[in-house]
């Protein structure tokens, strides 16, 4: 006979009970998120420190970084300034002389034809000093226009806050404006306006303006890197805003009396650019009185460049990642 091994019934790992559990587990389970290539990029750059290229930084830090390039935006407004009558064979005497022409064509259309001299006294430091001044702001203003977008290779090729090319291209105009205040000082004394205490005023004049400038600059190339043909625009609003700033006219001899409506001489006498203007003709011209000044026009000056200065410089940070892309 043959012996026969006893049957023996299947030993089972877990007790149904805890099989069932084990599905009922598994279907309630969420599926893991998937990990994917770009998580694993983004962890290995947190862990080592590294941030996105371009990112916009903070405001504080926005303003340290300009700073720690201030010596780049000086070096590249005076390179800028250098070459930009190189190819002129009377090279940066060009500085001085394109106001002057300029000042000459105004006084002979405005001055003579239409008659703006009379009753204006020292017509001609009068007309020469709102050229000058006015030529400030609108080369400034033409110049941040096109800063971005005019850059493209700089901004795309280099790292570095964006904000640094409009202000070093107002920081070139005020420094052609230095080169042309001599001239315009030797005008002043050519036609007896004699030098006086007042002229020390022009300092803080300008720095309010080019405060407005640099703001408005900011502005513009912010604007001009996002559309670039409002550059062909631009000269045909500094042409009408020129031509409503009192820079060959008198804004005091046309606002007296009752003859325009009160709105338009509160627009003519707080224009930021006839502001500039008519603080540097206080400041330099003897026989301007304080009275043809607008009412508080220090003030007035003050709050255009802060106005326009802190406003500008916030309005291009907010668009700083955007520069040079697309």
């Known amino acids: 006979m043959t012996d026969r091994a006893p049957s023996r019934t299947p030993q089972h790992p877990h007790p149904p009970s805890e099989k069932a559990a084990d599905v009922t587990q598994v279907l ?3 599926p893991p998120t998937p990990v994917t290539a770009e998580d694993d990029l983004a962890a290995l750059a947190a862990r080592h420190g590294l941030s996105v290229s371009g990112a916009r930084p903070s405001l504080p830090e926005y303003v340290r970084q300009l700073w720690a ?4 935006i000086t070096a590249f407004a005076t390179a800028k300034l250098t070459a930009q009558y190189a190819q002129a ?18 006084y002979f259309i405005f001055g003579v034809l239409l008659g703006t001299k009379r009753h204006v006294p020292d017509y ?28 493209l290779g700089l901004v795309r090729a280099l790292h570095f806050p964006r904000a640094a090319l409009p202000i070093s291209f107002a920081l070139q105009q005020l420094q052609q404006l230095l080169f042309s205040m001599a001239a ?38 912010r604007m001009g890197a996002k559309t670039p043909d ?6 045909f609003i500094l042409r009408t805003w020129m031509y409503v700033s009192g820079v060959m006219w008198s804004i005091d001899k046309l606002t007296k009396g009752d003859h325009l409506p009160h ?20 400041a330099l011209i003897d026989s301007f009185h304080s009275s043809q000044l607008p009412p508080h ?3 007035a000056a003050t709050g255009w460049a802060l106005v326009a200065g802190v406003g500008g410089f916030i309005y291009f940070w907010k668009a700083e990642e955007t520069y040079g892309r697309g």
């Not at 709105?263 to 206080?282: G, Q, S």
């Open 89 to 106: 064979k009377l090279g940066q005497v060009w500085q001085v002389m394109t106001p002057l022409l300029n000042a000459a064509v105004y």
């Open 184 to 221: 315009l000082v030797v005008i002043l004394l050519c036609f007896g306006v004699p030098v006086a205490f007042s002229w020390v005023l022009a300092a803080p004049a300008l720095l309010l303006q080019f405060v407005f400038n640099t703001g408005v600059a900011m502005i513009m190339a």
């Open 69 to 72: 390039r201030r010596h780049f």
């Open 28 to 30: 309630h389970t969420p």
């Open 124 to 151: 001609i430091p009068f007309l020469v000093t709102g050229v000058f001044i006015w030529t400030f702001t609108q080369s400034s203003i033409m110049a941040g226009t096109r800063a971005i977008s005019g850059n």
């Open 230 to 235: 409002i550059a062909q625009l631009m000269p």
């Open 297 to 299: 026009v220090w003030a």
């Open 263 to 282: 709105w338009v001489t509160i627009a003519l006498e707080t224009n930021p650019a006839a502001v500039y203007i008519d603080l540097m003709r206080y």
